[in-house]
């Protein structure tokens, strides 16, 4: 049977049918920010298990976690990664301090310095793992602005709007050539 494009039916339904399927940027972000988190947790469980054996590793793991930081911002293209790195550490790190503060209250002798160590290790890792992540992330998504900035050839309006605003004040425009062609 012949349809209005002048294929048959049959053969319209053989093609192979290409859906592009777009989660929404809020999906798509707290999806990333879970494996985000699986992988700090980890990250975190190997140190904790080889740092006496391997005194590098440390650093080492650092930097895988902010790679990762950095793929998923070129990955995600949206600002709001970035704060994807400080939700995946400060969802379980809220949750440990309300245990622990519970813990202490409960205690005899209510006693502050256990509950100082904590915030002093809590803070300690978002200082020197979060905030590098951080950073890794906002390096990823300004890469994947700048890349879609010079695969479009260099306009900067396929960027997004706050990228393009800041794309206008940070460059200098080039002159056009036919203003500074001498007047004769």
Same mark, same amino acid.
């Not at 988190?37 to 650093?59: H, I, K, M, Q, R």
């Not at 396929?158 to 605003?165: D, E, K």
């Given at each position: ?15 192979? =049918?290409?859906?592009? /399927? $777009?989660? !929404? ?20 469980? =190997?140190? @904790?298990?080889?740092?006496? +054996? ?5 650093w080492a793991l650092l930097v895988a976690v902010a790679v990762l930081a950095f793929l998923i911002g070129v990955r995600l293209q949206t600002w709001w990664w970035v704060l994807g790195p400080v939700v995946a550490y400060g969802v379980p790190a809220a !949750? ?9 209250? @409960? ?15 809590? #803070?300690?890792?978002?200082?020197? =793992?979060?905030?590098?992540?951080? #950073?890794?992330?906002?390096?990823? =998504?300004?890469?994947?602005? +700048? !890349?879609? @900035? $010079?695969? !479009? ?8 709007? $706050? /990228? @393009? $605003? ?5 460059? +200098? ?12």
């Amino acid at each position: 049977m012949m349809v209005a494009d002048g294929r048959d039916r049959d053969a319209r339904a053989r093609e192979p =049918v290409m859906m592009r /399927w $777009r989660a !929404s940027t809020w999906a798509r972000w707290l999806g990333w920010t879970v494996m985000f988190g699986l992988a700090l947790a980890g990250a975190t469980l =190997v140190f @904790s298990a080889f740092a006496p +054996v391997y005194p590098a590793l440390f650093w080492a793991l650092l930097v895988a976690v902010a790679v990762l930081a950095f793929l998923i911002g070129v990955r995600l293209q949206t600002w709001w990664w970035v704060l994807g790195p400080v939700v995946a550490y400060g969802v379980p790190a809220a !949750s440990y301090m309300i245990a622990a503060n519970a813990r202490y209250q @409960s205690l005899e002798h209510k006693g502050i310095e256990g509950l100082t160590w904590d915030w002093f290790v809590v #803070l300690a890792y978002a200082a020197f =793992v979060v905030a590098p992540c951080m #950073l890794a992330a906002a390096a990823g =998504v300004t890469w994947a602005a +700048v !890349s879609r @900035s $010079r695969a !479009s050839g260099g306009r900067q309006d396929r960027c997004t709007p $706050r /990228w @393009s $605003r800041m794309g206008r004040f940070c460059t +200098v425009q080039a002159a056009d050539p036919q203003e500074e062609a001498p007047t004769g």
